[in-house]
């Protein structure tokens, strides 16, 4: 599992043991902290994790994001329920921080939880929880520790010396899931950017000797300029390369789109939590071979395939990344350009893992993704997917009840495809209105851009002006209010 951060070897435990409770802490049974512990096997000796020497090299700067050698590591979960929070969160928090450890190729051998008012600002829980955690990972030959939410610079540096191996956030678990699975140069360019904004603040964790490099002529930074100061200067020269070839990957993106709207092929996005089966949908409803598998984060990179409806009219439909709880902000930020796709489509279809127990709690998390990327006013189809693993319909009744217009199927048994289809020709063809226009042939541009935007379906020509027959989208019809004719 990669890392932003490396943290000293421990050794290994000649074979397998079953940890002991401690009887005295009261950890895992009192109200301050609880731990679950997993039978744990022996682990292998580990490789270092960073290669920070070979600085001449053109791989220096990729060495200080990527791992030397990837191995299956043994995690320890540490996770906060917090006293103002409903008390059921931090253990759904935790669970799937457990599927992303799985999904990063980590082997979860325990966790330990407490209550906080807030967190410590030093250690983010409290020290005297730290130590015992880090008494039982010593014990148990733990690799690395995994917190499930952000930590600070500060917080990270100091938990690494007190348990002695590398520390973890949410955020950079995500990021390495991310690096692994991005197949497109768009994608591979998005999650470096995302990486190295969040290691550009850390660096230190990587140089306490703070060594300087001699000043003259032809050393840049001067006379002093310490190896921190040279990691920083080149990581952000590497994030201002990666942001200028991102612009031009959005550039592409909107010609892309400009083509498509020539076209007049309405869009749809797929869009959901992660693990929701939206790829597995796509490939059922377009004949697509877009990799899918019961992973979190399974896909990255976007796919669009052209999908024709009951009603014979021609949409493309796309599916994006998946969303999840506390997805960071500077990963959002990073894959803007993908996201595009969602901010530029006509319709959404939200995919919906209507098995999950906390399905609801799943689709707020998704909401409030589309608010950040400001898509969240489009017009969207809700799709509860997976209804072939309900027993009974209750838990299925219930969620019809809250969402009355959406619409159950099952991706992988084909169940309900042809309601959504159907319901998906009712949403898309509403949105274009049919439409007669009036443009004077001295407003040249208003006509080009008429074309650009709507299904043309007739023109007529008279010596002072065009007539048209048109069908626009509804977001358009402003622009072009003072030409429509009764």
């Known amino acids: ?35 679950r512990f997993i039978l744990s096997a022996p682990c292998r000796p580990r490789r270092a994790w960073y290669d920070v020497v070979a600085r001449q090299n053109t791989d220096g700067l990729k060495a200080l994001i990527e791992t030397a050698q990837r191995h299956s590591e043994r995690a320890f979960l540490i996770g906060v329920e917090w006293k103002s929070r ?20 980590a082997r979860v051998v325990g966790e330990g939880t407490q209550k906080l008012d807030a967190p410590h600002p030093a250690t983010y829980i409290g020290r005297g929880k730290a130590d015992e955690f880090a008494r039982w990972c010593r014990r148990e030959n733990v690799d690395t520790i995994i917190f499930d939410d952000e930590l600070s610079p500060a917080q990270a540096r100091n938990l690494e010396k007190i348990f ?18 991005a197949r497109s140069r768009e ?9 190295l904004e969040h290691l550009l603040p850390r660096l230190t964790r990587f140089w306490g000797h703070l060594s300087r490099q001699k000043g003259g002529i032809g050393m840049r930074g001067g006379e002093g300029e310490s190896q921190l100061e040279s990691d920083r200067r080149k990581v952000s020269e590497r994030i201002d390369r990666i942001r200028r070839e991102l612009e031009q990957v959005r550039r592409q993106r909107e010609t892309q789109r400009a083509g498509r709207k020539r076209r007049q092929w309405p869009l ?32 990255l990179d976007p796919t669009t395939r052209r999908l024709r409806l009951p009603t014979n009219q021609n949409i493309l439909l796309t599916d994006t990344v998946g969303f999840i709880r506390k997805l960071p902000h500077g990963l959002v930020e990073a894959f803007k350009a993908t996201l595009e796709e969602v901010v530029e489509a006509d319709l959404l279809l939200h995919v919906v893992d209507a098995s999950h127990p906390r399905a609801e709690e799943q689709i707020a998390a998704v909401n409030a993704v589309l608010k950040e990327i400001r898509a969240d006013d489009k017009p969207t189809l809700m799709v509860l997917n997976k209804v072939d693993k309900f027993e009974n319909g ?38 274009r209105e049919l439409l007669n226009l009036r443009i004077p042939h001295a407003q040249a541009g208003v006509i080009a851009r008429l ?8 023109r007529r020509y008279t010596a002072a002006a065009a007539r048209f027959t048109v069908r626009l989208p509804p977001h358009h019809h402003a622009e072009f209010a003072p030409f429509i004719v009764g």
């Not at 994608?187 to 990486?195: P, S």
């Not at 838990?395 to 309601?419: N, Q, W, Y």
């Not at 650009?452 to 379906?457: S, W």
């Open 1 to 35: 599992m990669d890392a932003v951060g490396p943290g000293p070897g421990t050794k290994c435990a000649p074979e397998a043991r079953s940890p002991e409770k401690p009887q005295d802490s009261g950890w895992g049974a009192s109200a301050a902290g609880r731990a």
């Open 86 to 105: 409903n008390g059921h969160d931090w253990r759904e928090s935790l669970d799937e921080l457990a599927e992303l450890a799985v999904s990063a190729g």
């Open 164 to 181: 002695g191996a590398k520390i973890l956030d949410r955020t950079s678990l995500i990021l390495d899931i991310f690096s692994r699975r």
């Open 187 to 195: 994608g591979k360019l998005q999650i470096e950017l995302a990486q």
């Open 268 to 299: 749809a996005s797929i869009v959901g939590y992660t693990n929701a089966g939206k790829s597995t949908l796509l490939n059922r409803l377009t004949g697509a071979n877009a990799y899918a598998d019961d992973l979190l984060f399974a896909t």
């Open 394 to 431: 209750f838990a299925l009744a219930r969620l019809r009840e809250l969402h009355p217009d959406a619409v159950a199927v099952s991706a992988t048994e084909g169940i309900g495809l042809d309601e959504l289809l159907a319901e998906i020709g009712a949403r898309i063809r509403p949105e």
């Open 451 to 458: 074309y650009e935007v709507a299904q043309v379906l007739e």
